[in-house]
């Protein structure tokens, strides 16, 4: 399975300008393939490029998915997808003229011989169906065209390995072929399922489909990978047969496989459709009242009772839900847009990473049957450990949720605060998220969680307050008032002067003073007193009205540095400041507690460091530090960024070069050529090179400058 791996032909770092196919709109760090859920995330890692058939494609850790295609074109064969060796048969790779992206596709076009070969992978946003968008599947659709006017003959084939049932390559799976019902699905599990386990961040019980429609001239095997894909390539066609030799995944890896016979093709051909997809059930083991744990399936239960069916659908609804994804893609492209074509691409290549990384689920009701009035949604942190239903990461993602659906960030927010309304949760300051491990949302009782207690107190109140203003719904903040309340008071005694404390740039450390924490809990403040006028309580209102407001002029004090220049990143240290990204919550809000001068007082520091790097306008010694060719530090710290901060930064700043000139500059990041990894929100500002992150949901931030 494994063979070649020729991750690049491109020596330097960099540059699109290497490449020899041409990219729409630019070359990124990782093309989503199969991107739907925590364990339905397969990526092509870009580095300095790889074409589809140069690098096999990877799960978000950088842990091979096996995933191959090959395509005979009047006999010959070619590869168009993974990097695999075959002995015993021979074949030439596809040469790629093309890769594009969109929020919902990434498409590949190649040469085959006389025929063009186009690959695209589509994994639906449907934030509006539930169902829909609880299916976890994606599809892959192969069409052919021929080139010169002439016919020739066609066969596709593709398969997936193992590897996508476990993280650990050394386990026993066993798998079966299902060729009812006008459909070629291969089933792949562990022998040995670990319920609610993971192993490398991948799920250790469920199972992974392939499907194809059964179409005439459609064939499948299962078998070892040398074997399967010699049968195709030296015979155009697979025999129909099933390896059932269970056995470890690398063991002579085996492959689960589909062809189809397009016969004598001259115009282009409808799309030959497979579906990938992993379905696990229970999704969630959920922490209820008494200590109780609560199963939860995902969404799409409530309307097909077996896999099958629901494969069965998903590939039939292909054509409708091509449309549905071209129609959203259009919406996307054309609202973030209006701000630039650098920023309508971010957006585009951030909306499937961030909605991947969650599952709507449903319980079910005392005689069986499923609750669609429960819907609960979680979502995996990603990378920077595996934390459930983080407060801190919902926060950022928060701009793709009230741009898509905002009710899935009331789903998000329930869970949360229906552990914390059970009183099992022992602090006066809000979770920091509902588990340790996906998918265990099992709580911390102990109150041992990441401690964030201004960070999170701060960002629930926002977060109730942003989907009521969005939305008129009230029901949450009617419902759970008393920890809203709760979370207030807490504030109003600790956010002015917080505390040596973590913000949720927790790999820069804890420090007193935080400026830009204070600002968030500020502003926590001042959500709660809209909040209760919007419950009707008019002097809850004016008190924390009061607080707020005159937090803000004793915080101007202590954060502004000494020459009234610029804030700092903590009080009384005027040499230091950051990126003050919370008072985009200000904006989002529209409480504009904190005055126009502060952050005209913060745009002209940053033009001028914008404007510096521009070599435009005199230098300051102190922006001088801070100006740097991959954006703005987050702080004095550090040289380091985060994109979605920067993007936040972006859509406050009341100056169009210099919102242009973040947005550039996370753009420049993510196609540098030095990534090859799914969108990574925290790298460096001197050398655009990765930090840590990447696969997180908090790429949702990114369309903040587009709900504001
Ligand atoms: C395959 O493994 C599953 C457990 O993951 C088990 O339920 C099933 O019976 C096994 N099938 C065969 C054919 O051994
Ligand atoms: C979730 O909890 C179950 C039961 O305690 C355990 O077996 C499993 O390993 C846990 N999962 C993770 C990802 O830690
Ligand atoms: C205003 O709210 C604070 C914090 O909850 C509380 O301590 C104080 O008593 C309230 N003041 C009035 C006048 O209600
Ligand atoms: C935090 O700031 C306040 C107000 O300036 C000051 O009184 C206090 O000493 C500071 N705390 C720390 C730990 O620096
Ligand atoms: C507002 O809250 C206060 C304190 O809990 C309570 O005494 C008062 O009755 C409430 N007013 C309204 C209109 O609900």
Redesign the pocket.
Known sequence: MRGLSVLSTFACAGLAQALSWSATPFNPAAFPLAVKTPYLSTWLPQGAGAALNDAWPTFWTGQITGWAGFVKVDGKAYSFLGAPAVSGATFTKAVQKSTSFTSTQSTFVFSAGPVDLTVSFLSPIEPTDLVKQSIPFSYMTVSAASTDGASHTVQVYSDISAEWASGDNGLTVNWSTDTSNSILTHKVQLANQ?????VNDHS?YGSAYYSTPNSVGATYQTGGDATVRAQFINNGKLPNSQDTNFRAINNNWPVFALAHDLGSISSKTTPVIFSVGHVRDPAI?YIVAGGGVQLRSSYFWSQYSSVPTLISAFLGDYNNALSRAQAFDSKVQSDASKISADYAAIVALSIRQSLGSTEITISKNSDGSWNTNDVIVFMKEISSD?NVNTVDVIFPAWPVLLYTNPALGKYLLEGLFRYQASGQYPNKWSVHDL??????A?GHNDGKDEAMPVEESGNMLIMALSYAQKTGDLAHLKTYTALLEQWTSFLVSDSLIPANQISTDDFAGPLANQTNLAIKGIIGIGAMAEIEKLLGNASKAANYSSIATSYVSQWQKYATSSDGKHLTLSYGNSASWGLSYNLFADKLLKLNLFPASIYQMRTSSFIHSSFTHLGTFAETAWYKTVQQPYGVPLDTRHTYTKSDWQIWTAGIVTDTSLRDFFITSVKKWVSDGLSSQPFGDWYETTNGSPQGFRARPVVGGHLGALIL
């Open positions: 670990a319920a609610f386990s993971e250790q083991r595996g588990g340790g491990s996906y998918p265990n099992t």
